[in-house]
């Protein structure tokens, strides 16, 4: 079963994108849970290599350079990350 999501956390915060690829609308993840590349410091679309910053889901490389991960809303409440699905 694929995520319909996931989480990040850099020095900007944690950060939550839709598990969708802007270009096919295919999962990003390699295998379950695994969205980074081999660096860990870009998500990477399995599909085809795209490669987006964590800080703003931007797409650097690939075939959908310019196009972005859909941010999904974020708060921590009693403790617990709350992530809100769009």
Known sequence: MQAAFFVVYRHEGILAYQNVCPHTGAPLEWVPDQFL???GHYIQCAMH???FRM???FCLQGPCVGQ???PLPTKICEGE???KLV
Do not use: I, P
Request: hydrophobic residues 45%.
């Open 49 to 51: 290599g795209a490669l």
């Open 68 to 70: 972005r991960l859909t």
């Open 55 to 57: 800080s703003d889901g």
């Open 81 to 83: 990350l709350w992530v």
């Open 37 to 39: 590349d081999a660096s």
